[in-house]
């Protein structure tokens, strides 16, 4: 019974840190603003966590102009998302 017990603790140890290193690769990678991303990216705000990405095409959701190649995002007033231009 024991054996069964240390087993179960053991798995729940090992799942446990391995959530914890995940998170802290994620965290590494994360941007906080757009100068934090190379090769013409965007920090994408909206992402958690936020991520580096090529700016949107005409049609894409945005919250800013600067995630669109045009630099251009269509918010409709009392609206917090748009479409990039």
Do not use: N, Y
């Not at 603790?9 to 990678?29: G, H, N, P, T």
Request: charged share 25%.
């Amino acid at each position: 019974m024991f054996k069964k017990f240390a087993w179960l603790i053991a798995m729940a140890v090992s799942l446990s840190l391995s959530q914890v290193a995940f998170a802290a690769d994620a965290a590494k990678d994360e941007c906080q603003a757009d100068k934090d991303c190379k090769d013409g990216k965007v920090c994408v705000l909206a992402l958690t966590p936020h991520v580096c990405k090529a700016p949107q095409a005409a049609g894409a959701a945005c919250k800013r102009d600067a995630v669109c190649i045009s630099k251009k995002c269509d918010i409709p007033a009392g609206k917090d998302v748009g479409a990039c231009k």
